[in-house]
């Protein structure tokens, strides 16, 4: 009994020593991380939207289910933030859309595949509207499965956008 | 005693470096040692949490139960690995970046689990930490010759800053896994050319018990009889 009660035991006080040393470490980083965080999203936001000012996360119902966050701009544009699955999932990519329709930019923020040529695929999608953004955008990569997630992530912005300026125009009629 | 010491923090570094010379920790020598500034900075995460681990794990040695000592170690290590996470996350966020998965690996670096089963465990506080030390900094200095190498001759520049004159110069494929096999490779022949003239290395004998091909071969390869010998 001892020899099973004892190693037992002598494990379990070791996890509880390193969870309370755990908690206090994150006691005092949280705050930190959040704030550097925080300021992370920001920057990726000024990257795919660099005329935006002053971006605001809203809530809005109904939308695509590849659609995790919006932000709208001062400007009435909105960066929408998608969650896709490429390879793996948990591939997260930026969407700037700006009032007229037009994509400002696009980035990853987040992927758990190996990146290689997909890094600067955004860059294609600029100037491009829901009218006029096709498959053959993306089609050059040798990487299908990430750059298919890309685009399905693109046309959910897209998608997104559609659905809100609707939205505010059933709004401003109704008034 | 003082002696002693010395010899076991120089064991590290030069007779028994852990990349080098025990090859160990491949995974993250291989991934980070694209550019020098990752290198550096896995070099000196797993050198912290070496100390650390090998500190602890000695102080516990007669505490802990042979039957989960191997858990036990583990927990450790992960512990240190997370607060290690978490302070960089906080406070040096691109460092945390760029060494992105290759942190939350240094739980599984066979390096620090390996001192703890060899070392720590067997040996006194200050012993250990002097072997977490010497072999923190052995890996730290492999990892920085071999991204030395990778970046300057692949990449033209070092530490992120441009060399102009190696721009015509670069072998680009230093940068890709293929580059950093081939430098690893010529990196341990080199040790292994440097530690002949001191005597080479040594190497282990180990026994024919729980050899799986110990019933085929009968201690043939101890005598140095080859395979297809028949008068075995």
Not at chain 1, 28 to 40: C, D, F, G, S
Not at chain 1, 71 to 83: H, K, L, P, R, T
Not at chain 2, 4 to 27: F, S
Not at chain 2, 61 to 72: E, G, N, Q, S
Request: proline fraction near 4%.
């Amino acid at each position: 009994m001892k020899n099973k009660l004892f190693p037992t035991l002598a494990l379990g006080i070791i996890c509880l020593v390193v969870v309370l040393v755990l908690a206090a470490v994150n006691t005092v980083t949280a705050p930190l991380i959040e704030k550097a965080q925080a300021e992370k999203v920001q920057k990726a936001l000024a990257e795919v939207m660099p005329e935006g000012v002053n971006f605001t996360e809203i809530e809005v119902d109904g939308l695509p289910a590849a659609v995790t966050k919006v932000y709208s701009e001062d400007g009435g544009g909105y960066v929408f933030q998608m969650s896709v699955v490429g390879y793996k999932p948990g591939l997260v990519i930026l969407c700037g859309i700006d009032a007229n329709g037009v994509i400002t930019g696009a980035d990853f923020v987040s992927s758990n595949e190996t990146l290689s040529a997909e890094v600067g695929l955004g860059k294609n999608f600029i100037g491009f509207t829901s009218d006029t953004v096709t498959v053959e955008l993306v089609a050059g990569s040798t990487a299908k499965k990430t750059t298919s997630a890309y685009y399905s992530a693109i046309e959910a912005a897209l998608e997104a956008f559609e659905i809100i300026s609707q939205n505010s125009e059933g709004q401003e009629d109704t008034k | 005693m003082k002696n002693n010491k010395l010899a076991i923090l120089l064991k590290g570094i030069i007779t028994e470096n852990p990349v080098l010379i025990l090859v160990l920790g491949t995974c993250p020598t291989l991934a980070t040692t694209g550019n020098v500034i990752s290198a550096f900075s896995m070099g000196i995460a797993a050198t912290l949490v070496l100390i650390c681990s090998n500190a602890v794990i000695s102080l516990l040695r007669k505490v802990i139960p042979d039957t989960v000592r191997i858990p036990c170690y583990i927990i450790i290590i992960a512990g240190f690995v997370t607060a290690l996470q978490m302070l960089l996350q906080a406070y040096l966020p691109s460092i945390y970046d760029m060494l992105g998965v290759y942190l939350a690996l240094i739980v599984v670096n066979c390096i620090i689990l390996g001192r703890a089963e060899m070392f720590a465990r067997k040996n006194p506080v200050l012993d250990s930490v002097m072997d977490g030390v010497g072999m923190g900094i052995g890996f730290l200095v492999a990892l920085l010759l071999m991204a030395t190498v990778r970046e300057v001759f692949g990449a033209a520049s070092f530490a992120g800053i441009s060399i102009p004159f190696m721009e015509y110069f670069k072998i680009p494929i230093l940068t890709q896994a293929p580059g950093g096999y081939l430098v690893f490779g010529f990196l341990i022949a080199l040790m292994n050319k440097l530690n002949q003239k001191r005597g080479g290395v040594k190497k282990k004998s180990f026994s024919c018990e729980g050899c799986p091909s110990a019933s085929a071969c009968h201690g043939g390869c101890e005598n140095g009889i080859k395979e297809g010998d028949t008068n075995v």
